[in-house]
């Protein structure tokens, strides 16, 4: 195929007016429309439903969309592959992690990375461990920090990390850090957690199920609220020392919960030829973890090489 007709297309899905992408392109209107006219003869399908204000994607024009972009990133990375002999990692690399490790990880290997490998054109995504499974699978990032447990075949881990979880809640209440919790002790509490997939709710629904207890959800939220629902009393959250450095501890209080942790893995796509950028940045990153606990600006068990 012409990939000239796949960029038309990724431009025309983007916008969703011929005439915006004809001008950004500088090419008639007609002969865009031919263009992508004959891309549909090619796959044999309607990619747009057309209509008077404009374009949208029909659901094989969606999936074409996805595999599309895939397909144009691996083509600007060959750059980086003719490169390799000189040993000056470029190209595009996509990395995503939870959003709470951010102060502990996430903006120092980043801002190091840059420094480093300025050809690098890095792209960041937090997200919660299942959308970064998906954004794996589709392409949309290289390298992603989940957490375990992963049973994917078609996804590679390696171990980086482990860490205590901890039930933190308003201050003036009756947590300390030197006094540990019992599953148990914690169930009777109302608790503030992330929704349905996410990788640390269903740890937590997993071990309060295996001393056959229920979790006791008084809200549903993502990370962002969680500080100000603490305050206000709405009840108590679960989450690894990286969220809690990230909250402003003075308001809070909190204990450990005995036998309870996270362990954080690198995931990447299984048998996909990892490009010498993403080796660089599991270097980094691996080197960043190591010593941030060495360190003690983070409290974990370090389990990578």
């Known amino acids: 195929m012409n990939l000239r007709k796949w960029e038309?297309?990724?431009?025309?899905?983007?916008?969703?007016?011929?005439?915006?992408?004809?001008?950004?392109?500088?090419?008639?209107?007609?002969?865009?429309?031919?263009?992508?006219?004959?891309?549909?003869?090619?796959?044999?399908?309607?990619?747009?439903?057309?209509?008077?204000?404009?374009?949208?994607?029909?659901?094989?024009?969606?999936?074409?969309?996805?595999?599309?972009?895939?397909?144009?990133?691996?083509?600007?990375?060959?750059?980086?592959?003719?490169?390799?002999?000189?040993?000056?990692?470029?190209?595009?690399?996509?990395?995503?992690?939870?959003?709470?490790?951010?102060?502990?990880?996430?903006?120092?290997?980043?801002?190091?990375?840059?420094?480093?490998?300025?050809?690098?054109?890095?792209?960041?995504?937090?997200?919660h461990s299942f959308q970064l499974r998906e954004a794996i699978f589709f392409r949309d990032i290289d390298i992603g920090i989940l957490a375990a447990p992963l049973t994917e075949p078609d996804l590679h881990t390696e171990p980086l990390l482990q860490e205590q979880l901890y039930l933190v809640g308003p201050a003036g209440s009756d947590l300390s850090p030197e006094r540990p919790l019992t599953l148990d002790m914690v169930a009777d509490r109302p608790l503030i957690l992330t929704p349905r997939p996410d990788g640390l709710r269903t740890l937590i629904e997993t071990e309060f199920a295996r001393i056959g207890r229920r979790v006791r959800v008084a809200v549903e939220t993502e990370y962002a609220p969680m500080d100000d629902l603490i305050r206000r009393r709405v009840g108590f959250t679960i989450m690894p020392f990286c969220g809690m450095v990230n909250s402003p501890l003075t308001e809070l209080a909190w204990a450990p919960i005995e036998g309870l942790s996270v362990t954080w893995l690198i995931a990447l796509l299984q048998n996909s030829e990892r490009s010498l950028a993403a080796r660089r940045f599991v270097d980094m990153l691996l080197a960043a973890t190591r010593e941030n606990i060495r360190s003690g600006r983070w409290q974990a068990t370090y389990l990578g090489k």
Do not use: C
């Not at 431009?11 to 008639?28: M, P, Y």
């Not at 006219?37 to 029909?58: D, N, V």
């Open 8 to 127: 038309y297309f990724l431009k025309a899905a983007e916008f969703g007016n011929l005439s915006r992408v004809a001008e950004k392109l500088d090419i008639s209107q007609p002969a865009l429309s031919r263009q992508i006219s004959a891309l549909e003869q090619e796959i044999g399908t309607a990619l747009f439903h057309r209509t008077g204000r404009g374009l949208t994607l029909t659901p094989a024009g969606e999936i074409f969309r996805v595999r599309a972009e895939a397909i144009m990133e691996e083509i600007e990375r060959v750059p980086e592959e003719v490169m390799h002999a000189a040993d000056t990692p470029a190209g595009r690399l996509a990395f995503g992690a939870p959003p709470f490790m951010g102060r502990v990880l996430t903006g120092e290997l980043v801002a190091s990375y840059v420094e480093a490998f300025p050809h690098v054109r890095l792209r960041v995504r937090g997200a």
